[in-house]
């Protein structure tokens, strides 16, 4: 799972090197600053995961988290929705991220292309 925020960029998978639960997820970015937003996020709901540097991998940053916490992280973030357009809130608040993310949503633009 993609999950793009005014925060930043996460992707979201099963982990399944996790030595924790079995429903521990790995949640990936490329940003650190993104990575620790969510951690300092899951800190106040129990114990703060390390961001971990990955620089071999296409995610240069990564931490184990629970289901619970990614949900109740999303859910935060869907209650605190209040802008009437994603793409101008993101160039209010980091106009270089804006331009990545534009970039992203030409791209996807294209499925509406091939898909009907």
Not at 7 to 16: A, D, K, M, P
Not at 21 to 50: C, H, K, S, T
Not at 72 to 89: C, Q, T
């Amino acid at each position: 799972m993609w999950l793009f925020t005014t925060g930043g960029f996460l992707s979201i998978v099963r982990n399944l090197n996790a030595t924790g639960p079995e429903d521990a997820l790995l949640v990936r970015g490329r940003v650190r600053a993104d990575l620790e937003r969510f951690a300092d996020f899951a800190g106040e709901r129990g114990a703060r995961p390390e961001v971990v540097a990955s620089p071999e991998a296409d995610y240069g940053f990564r931490l184990t988290t629970s289901r619970e916490t990614l949900a109740a992280f999303a859910a935060g973030r869907v209650a605190a929705l209040d802008y009437p357009n994603f793409k101008s809130e993101i160039y209010r608040t980091d106009p270089v991220r804006e331009k990545v993310y534009e970039g992203v949503w030409g791209v996807l633009h294209g499925l509406s292309k091939v898909r009907a």
